[in-house]
């Protein structure tokens, strides 16, 4: 069983950062991609970021040079490190899990963003991130 759990949200006063943490579990696919997602009250979830298993990465445009992806192979996880927090970045993060790691060519037939969520496959609970002061 496929098995992917957030951690590391909370509460952090704006300017604050915090890193998220994406365990995964119950799969072994040699080429895919973690996606970071996030929804906030009202409003659709949205992408953030994702790495693939290629190293690539993708960062939406109001999250560059403040948010960065990274991944840990031995120890099964990704992480998203978020430097100067804002109100709002508030919401809750989801990981995802998309079994290819190229979004690309899905992206393209599909004629949308590769930071579509209906490019995943697989999804965690997600991690409630409160930015306020």
């Known amino acids: 069983e496929v098995q992917l759990v957030e951690s590391g949200g909370g509460l952090v006063q704006p300017g604050g950062s915090l890193r998220l943490s994406c365990v995964t579990s119950g799969f072994t696919f040699h080429d895919s991609t973690i996606g970071w997602f996030r929804q906030a009250p009202g409003r659709e979830r949205e992408g953030v970021s994702s790495?693939?298993?290629?190293?690539?990465?993708y960062y939406a445009d109001f999250v560059k040079g403040r948010f960065t992806v990274s991944s840990d192979n031995a120890k099964n996880t990704v992480y998203l490190q978020m430097n100067s927090l804002s109100p709002e970045d508030t919401g809750v993060y989801y990981c995802?899990?998309?079994?290819?790691?190229?979004?690309?060519?899905?992206?393209?037939?599909?004629?949308?963003?590769?930071?579509?969520?209906?490019?995943?496959?697989?999804w965690g609970q997600g991690t409630q991130v409160t930015v306020s002061s």
């Open positions: 790495i693939s298993t290629n190293g690539s990465t």
């Open positions: 995802a899990l998309a079994r290819t790691g190229d979004l690309a060519t899905p992206a393209r037939s599909l004629g949308v963003e590769i930071g579509e969520a209906l490019l995943y496959d697989y």
